[in-house]
């Protein structure tokens, strides 16, 4: 997998060349839905569910494994703790939440500090020497994430933009600039 010829130096280069993408119609009724999350300080176990079939309908199984219980109280916390490594490592402990699917429950709630850490987004910043760890983009962990939020954040903030729209930007242009497929497979 690959991507076609970068026309652009950097992330910054980038960023200031193409248009900021707008929400998805169906994303945006899902964090429309989800606004009262941040205020009500609790995540009920079908608003958990909707998230991860849209982050990733393949892990939906595992997802449904939690319990309404399990998934409002660690919510709970998750909601008041001002740490970023905690929210993180709070949401991995729910059967099925990866560190994608994690970042996915707080861009979805809070898309003006969140965007979603993917592949994609993941090998375009690599490709555009953003990052310089794991090319390939997957089996994140927290440092990861960590830098690639604190780097869609000061972009957001340098163009007055959500964070979700810098992330959902960079997905869009690597998805019109790919080559070849997305996961490498690994031959037996």
Known sequence: MGLKRLK????????????????????????????????????????????????????????????????ESISRRVLVSRSERERLELLRNLRGVSVPTASAILALINPAQYGVIDIRVWQLLYALNSVKKNPSGQGFRFE????????????????QVHVRLVEL?????????????????QSK
């Open 144 to 159: 990861h994430w960590y830098h690639y939020l604190k780097l869609l954040r000061y972009h957001a903030k340098r163009l």
């Open 169 to 185: 930007t960079l997905f869009k242009y690597h998805q019109d600039h790919q080559t070849g497929t997305l996961y490498k497979t």
């Open 8 to 71: 652009y130096k950097s992330l910054g280069e980038l960023l200031e060349h193409v248009p900021i993408s707008k929400e998805d119609p169906e994303t945006a009724k899902i964090i429309h839905r989800l606004r009262h999350i941040r205020r009500d300080k609790e995540l009920s176990r079908g608003e958990f569910l909707d998230i991860c079939h849209w982050k990733s309908p393949r892990s939906i199984r595992q997802c449904e494994r939690n319990s309404a219980r399990a998934i």
